[in-house]
């Protein structure tokens, strides 16, 4: 690709579990861009740590140190997971499967948890997270970064999304954007209770919109919005209502932008800023493939193998859309209009 002037973009991470481990090979990939300059993320549970992370290390020394902070954040994440019961059966290693589906350590959870809540499970709220966000994040320097960060969670008593920005971000905060209520305590902040943020914005873009400058938003995208098929087992329809509700929000955010795109005024400032955003798709072929267990699979391998898959996605990206950046959208939104 030839040379570019400096672009600022925002990026968009949605949140996954283990499969995170993608976005970081993604981001790995576009932090090798010296023309690309990042304005603001945009993040939910897996995708806030990995946003956090990534800018903490840009702070401390540009790219090449958010590259390196990123591999240290998945690395003591696998490390800390050694004694997980959550562990592939031999079988499934013969075989290449990533599944955790005939773990004993899953299985047993997977019961466990439609029978008992986290308050009798967990009553401690023991979560091995904290402590690796603790050390691999500095929240002061964080607080400062010129980078703009918007971390959301779901307000437990209102239903409603709340979006944390750089100065407000602490460990639970991250924690709170990750809380699924069925493994985990509400995590509590400034006296409210807060679950994941998937379920009110995964993520959320308005922040992106209303704050930042640049119109282009590089949206990665970890979750499926279609599946072939109708899900029959009890933890495939599970893992399908997760996917939907999961991806709600951002649809219907996205819609607005669509919808906007097709007015030729918008009418007045607040739809001006929506119509004018340049919406970019790293999407995964992969992640549509594994099911919902792998989400809890922390093998060092495994989070390998989808750094290089994202990193292969974003090469994709770049190689097809790379000179649309700055001048069009290459996500096709109308789409997201058809039976609208």
């Given at each position: 690709m030839t040379i570019r002037d400096t672009l600022l973009?925002?990026?968009?991470?949605?949140?996954?579990?283990?499969?995170?481990?993608?976005?970081?090979?993604?981001?790995?990939?576009?932090?090798?861009?010296?023309?690309?300059?990042?304005?603001?993320?945009?993040?939910?549970?897996?995708?806030a740590m990995n946003a956090a992370?990534?800018?903490?290390?840009?702070?401390?020394?540009?790219?090449?140190?958010?590259?390196?902070?990123?591999?240290?954040?998945?690395?003591?994440?696998?490390?800390?997971?050694?004694?997980?019961?959550?562990?592939?059966?031999p079988l499934d290693m013969l075989l290449?499967?990533?599944?955790?589906?005939?773990?004993?350590?899953?299985?047993?959870?997977?019961?466990?948890?439609?029978?008992?809540?986290?308050?009798?499970?967990?009553?401690?709220g023991v979560n091995p997270l904290r402590g690796i966000l603790a050390k691999c994040v500095d929240f002061d320097r964080l607080a400062r970064a010129p980078i703009k960060l918007f971390v959301t969670a779901t307000n437990v008593r209102t239903g409603r999304g709340r979006v944390f920005r750089n100065d407000e971000i602490t460990p639970e905060v991250l924690l709170a954007s990750a809380c699924l209520p069925v493994m985990f305590k509400a995590v509590e902040i400034d006296g409210e209770s807060y679950w994941d943020g998937g379920y009110s914005g995964n993520p959320t873009m308005t922040p992106l919109v209303r704050e930042c400058k640049s119109r282009d938003t590089i949206l990665v995208a970890i979750n499926p919005v279609e599946r072939p098929g109708t899900p029959r087992t009890a933890r495939d329809i599970l893992n399908r209502l997760n996917e939907v509700s999961f991806?709600?929000?951002?649809?219907?955010?996205?819609?607005?932008?669509?919808?906007?795109?097709?007015?030729?005024?918008?009418?007045?400032?607040?739809?001006?800023?929506?119509a004018d955003m340049r919406i970019h798709l790293i999407p995964s072929d992969l992640l549509a493939e594994l099911g919902y267990s792998s989400k809890l699979?922390?093998?060092?391998?495994?989070?390998?193998?989808?750094?290089?898959?994202?990193?292969?996605a974003a090469q994709t990206f770049l190689t097809a859309h790379g000179p649309d950046l700055g001048r069009r959208s290459t996500c096709d939104l109308e789409v997201l209009l058809q039976g609208v």
């Open positions: 973009v925002d990026l968009a991470l949605q949140g996954g579990g283990a499969h995170g481990a993608f976005t970081w090979g993604v981001l790995d990939r576009l932090l090798e861009e010296p023309w690309l300059e990042i304005e603001g993320i945009s993040g939910t549970s897996a995708g992370v990534l800018i903490d290390g840009h702070v401390r020394g540009g790219p090449e140190e958010a590259r390196k902070a990123l591999e240290k954040f998945w690395s003591a994440v696998s490390h800390a997971s050694m004694l997980s019961p959550f562990r592939r059966t290449g499967r990533w599944t955790l589906d005939y773990s004993p350590g899953f299985v047993v959870m997977d019961l466990m948890s439609r029978l008992f809540s986290p308050y009798e499970l967990n009553p401690a991806n709600a929000v951002l649809l219907k955010e996205l819609r607005m932008i669509a919808l906007l795109q097709q007015v030729a005024d918008p009418g007045h400032s607040e739809g001006a800023l929506w699979n922390a093998e060092w391998d495994f989070f390998c193998m989808l750094r290089d898959q994202g990193r292969v």
